[in-house]
């Protein structure tokens, strides 16, 4: 995609659509927090982080790309892996407070760096009988909601350890909870889960 104020070429997750009162505008995460500095009259300067390798526990690895974007106050900073030019498997997200400067930047950061190593670090789902996942024996699991984009389907697509699992999947491996009670607490992005 296009920036259409620095004209340079950016992924999308690192992109914002403004919409404005003559149309909409594709803005680089830099462009659109600079905008939004000069609205606010915030003292702002933007840092792009560049890609990281995690590696989980099972030894395989995991490629982020960030993006950070102001928004008044807060800072949000997301990281989505990326699995050649797709964004697949795990997300995370941060918010916090824009008034430090730079600073504020880094340690926030630092947070969604520790972010992800704990959530590579626990395991909700293994490989089981059958060829199919299963639901570990701690009987939690946690992951983000997202679609498939392939597919007519308007079933969710649910993400756990940075698989995608298919709804009917999903379901399945519920099935051998049957007569269990279950809580699901849905949660932002940017809260830990």
Same mark, same amino acid.
């Given at each position: 995609?296009?920036?259409?104020?620095?004209?340079?070429?950016?992924?999308?997750?690192?992109?914002?659509?403004?919409?404005?009162?003559?149309?909409?505008?594709?803005?680089?995460?830099?462009?659109?927090?600079?905008?939004?500095?000069?609205?606010?009259?915030?003292?702002?300067?933007?840092?792009?982080?560049?890609?990281?390798?995690?590696?989980?526990?099972?030894?395989?690895?995991?490629?982020?790309?960030?993006?950070?974007?102001?928004?008044?106050?807060?800072?949000? #900073?997301?990281?989505?892996?990326?699995? +050649?030019? *797709? !964004?697949?498997?795990?997300? @995370? $997200?941060?918010?916090?407070?824009?008034? %430090?400067?730079?600073?504020?930047?880094?340690?926030?950061?630092?947070?969604?760096?520790?972010?992800?190593?704990?959530?590579?670090?626990?395991?909700?789902?293994?490989?089981?009988?059958?060829?199919?996942?299963?639901?570990?024996?701690?009987?939690?699991?946690?992951?983000?909601?997202?679609?498939?984009?392939?597919?007519?389907?308007? #079933?969710?697509?649910?993400?756990?350890? +940075?698989? *995608? !699992?298919?709804?009917?999947? @999903? $379901?399945?491996?519920?099935?051998?909870? %049957?007569?269990?009670?279950?809580?699901?607490?849905?949660?932002?992005?940017?809260?830990?889960?």
């Amino acid at each position: 995609m296009i920036c259409e104020q620095c004209i340079c070429e950016v992924k999308p997750f690192d992109g914002v659509y403004l919409t404005l009162e003559d149309g909409s505008t594709f803005l680089c995460s830099k462009c659109y927090n600079q905008r939004v500095a000069e609205y606010g009259d915030i003292d702002y300067t933007h840092v792009s982080f560049e890609p990281e390798i995690f590696t989980d526990p099972d030894g395989q690895d995991h490629t982020f790309h960030f993006s950070t974007h102001l928004f008044g106050d807060c800072i949000s #900073m997301n990281a989505m892996e990326m699995r +050649g030019n *797709n !964004i697949e498997g795990y997300k @995370f $997200g941060i918010i916090g407070p824009s008034d %430090e400067g730079v600073g504020s930047l880094f340690s926030l950061f630092g947070h969604l760096i520790a972010r992800i190593n704990r959530g590579l670090s626990r395991k909700h789902i293994t490989f089981g009988e059958r060829g199919r996942y299963q639901i570990t024996d701690a009987g939690v699991v946690r992951g983000h909601i997202t679609c498939d984009s392939d597919s007519s389907s308007e #079933m969710p697509v649910v993400v756990i350890d +940075g698989q *995608n !699992i298919s709804w009917n999947d @999903f $379901g399945e491996m519920v099935m051998t909870y %049957e007569g269990f009670n279950f809580r699901m607490d849905l949660v932002d992005r940017t809260e830990e889960a």
